[in-house]
């Protein structure tokens, strides 16, 4: 047996006047979904435990079996994870953003936009590397990642109660409360005005000012933890595979869960993403194990930017491009397989941030099912189907058990 987990992050919604009260699920044309879904059985899933952030590493650790309540330490140790860098226990990870923010000179912060309009790889890895050499010290490491999603390491002590909040949740707001939280630090004032200086005169910045690009003019540090303690998912229920995604949170997720993490060509966690790619390294994966996890990132992106027809096309090109060429394939091999279809978590168009509402989901099974739902996927549909079935809401550990047909070890 095959099992395929496909998570289009942030792909729920909420009706949206300018679809005419459809949700971009309910708008987008997903033929392929839509057809497995009608003979599947439809789930709703609890990926975010009360009282946990509606984050995508809590909402992703949780599809992948692992309870939060007992897993979670934070958002920045999972990427550090994927950048291979190791985590002494006297160190703390932080996400570090570069961010646009604008400052109208009576105090406030105002944060315009947490991705630097999505600043290419190419170009922050230069930023990055400016900044370590030039703050880089026994106390503070920056370290590349992918687009504006960066990591910066700190030796030494974090005060008790000192919490961080995520730029994409308070675009166009005043953030300087938040910024404020920083001198909590004693090293981190002096490390985030010396970057301001150098972002300002970095020939990167100049060159997409020029081409009237939103420049990368400060960073934002957040996401703070150290690393887990997590048993591999062979370990626990006796799976092998791989994960593809072209973020480096879901990446370290799949190291830390002992899966082969697949760095796709072209993998930018936007609409521009290599989805061919991403489906043909799925594929080449189960040719030899049995799991595979691929995630794509662009509904969630189009989410927190509040972009309509762009969130529509995120959500249609996810089924014409990542789930249609697996399934065709698979059914092409003949080999038996279950795949599941799902979201992290919301990420209203309206509201540009997560919510940490039960995520809709169908469980498919080429097998056949004995009841199918005999509805297509979309929030209200799988909603109706699980109240008619009378089925309770499961947690994300439940359901990862009951995906892959596995009692968990340890």
């Known amino acids: 047996m095959k099992y395929i987990l496909l998570i289009g992050d942030g792909m729920g919604d909420v009706p949206v006047p300018a679809l005419g009260g459809r949700t971009p699920l309910e708008a987008a044309d997903t033929p392929t979904m839509d057809r497995l879904a009608q003979q599947a059985e439809m789930l709703l899933v609890r990926t975010v435990p009360e009282g946990y952030s509606p984050g995508s590493d809590v909402a992703n650790l949780s599809l992948m079996g692992y309870e939060p309540e007992r897993y979670y330490t934070g958002r920045a140790p999972l990427e550090a994870a994927s950048l291979g860098v190791e985590l002494a226990p006297a160190e703390t990870a932080f996400r570090c953003n570069l961010v646009h923010v604008d400052r109208p000179g009576d105090g406030r912060l105002i944060m315009i936009d947490y991705s630097s309009g999505h600043i290419t790889t190419g170009e922050s890895r230069q930023l990055i590397e400016a900044l370590q050499a030039e703050c880089g010290n026994d106390l503070l490491r920056l370290y590349p990642g992918v687009s504006y999603r960066h990591l910066l390491v700190y030796r030494g002590e974090v005060p008790a ?103 796709v060509p072209g993998a930018t966690g936007y609409l521009d993403t290599n989805y061919e790619g991403k489906a043909q390294a799925a594929l080449d994966i189960l040719e030899k194990d049995d799991f595979v996890l691929v995630h794509v990132e662009a509904p969630d992106e189009t989410g927190h930017q509040g972009l309509v027809e762009e969130k529509v096309r995120a959500v249609a090109d996810f089924d014409r491009r990542i789930v249609a060429p697996i399934v065709e394939t698979m059914e092409r091999r003949g080999e038996p397989f279950r795949l599941v279809v799902t979201m992290d978590h919301y990420t209203p168009i309206q509201r540009r941030t997560h919510e940490d509402w039960p995520v809709p989901m169908f469980l498919y099974d080429s097998r056949g099912l004995a009841v199918p739902s005999n509805r297509t996927y979309t929030e209200a549909n799988v909603l109706a189907a699980v109240q008619e079935s009378g089925q309770a809401m499961l947690s994300g550990a439940a359901f990862f058990r009951r995906f892959v047909e596995r009692e968990v070890h340890q």
């Open 161 to 263: 109660g000192f919490t961080t909040v995520p730029p994409h949740d308070h675009s166009d707001q005043d953030v300087a409360g938040f910024f404020q939280a920083y001198r909590q630090i004693e090293a981190f004032p002096p490390l985030l005005a010396r970057a301001e200086r150098i972002l300002a005169d970095h020939p990167v910045n100049r060159e997409r000012q020029r081409q009237g690009k939103r420049t990368a003019n400060a960073i934002w540090l957040w996401g703070e933890g150290k690393r887990p303690a997590m048993a591999t998912l062979e370990a626990r229920f006796g799976i092998r595979g791989g994960l593809i995604s072209a973020v480096d949170l879901l990446k370290g997720l799949g190291v830390l869960g002992g899966l082969t993490v697949v760095d």
